[in-house]
């Protein structure tokens, strides 16, 4: 498949998730937990501005990451985001997950688990990630976030064995 081609199926991909996450916002609420009533789903953007890694690798870059989430009501999700890996690449990561709020009881602690598609270790990054083939490869993100109100949360999701991201998660 060429770069164009792979790029376009990207493009699109993104483009049909974002349609899907533009449904009418959830109605506000005060309490730590998102807004999810009803058939309501609540929706998250996620910045990530740093990586922590737990080797170093003198080609390492710095790791930027956007994303957007929609959880339901059962705490199901989905969701995507694109990053420039640690190597500088542009990539991609489309998934379905769960999210068990506030695990201990009133404290706005929360477990994440999501799994999916990884885009983007291409030429001589692709064994960076396991089972990869022509740049797409599947992972598994386990995450704990602190909910500091309704619509704001502080996330760290560990990368398997290579790092931890750190993320500002805002609810809308």
């Known amino acids: 498949m060429n770069h164009f081609l792979k790029r376009g199926l990207a493009a699109a991909a993104l483009g049909g998730m974002l349609v899907g996450l533009a449904a009418p916002p959830a109605k506000a609420q005060t309490t730590a ?33 956007v994303g957007l989430e929609r959880i339901q009501r059962d705490g199901s999700l989905w969701g995507g985001a694109i990053f420039r890996n ?37 030429g001589n990054y692709k064994d960076k990630v396991p089972f990869n083939h022509g740049g797409f490869s599947p992972a598994i993100i386990p995450a704990v976030g602190y909910r500091m109100a309704s619509h704001d949360a502080l996330q760290v999701a560990a990368l398997g064995k290579a790092g931890l991201i750190f993320s500002y998660n805002h609810g809308f």
């Open 33 to 65: 937990a998102p807004a999810r009533s009803g058939d309501d789903a609540s929706r998250e953007l996620v910045l990530a501005p740093y990586a922590h890694h737990f080797s170093h690798d003198s080609e390492h870059r710095h790791v930027v990451l």
């Open 86 to 122: 640690s190597f500088g690449q542009g990539s991609g990561y489309a998934y379905y997950g769960q999210v068990w709020d506030d695990i201990f009881d009133g404290s706005g602690v929360y477990f994440k688990l999501s799994g999916g598609i990884l885009y983007g270790y291409r």
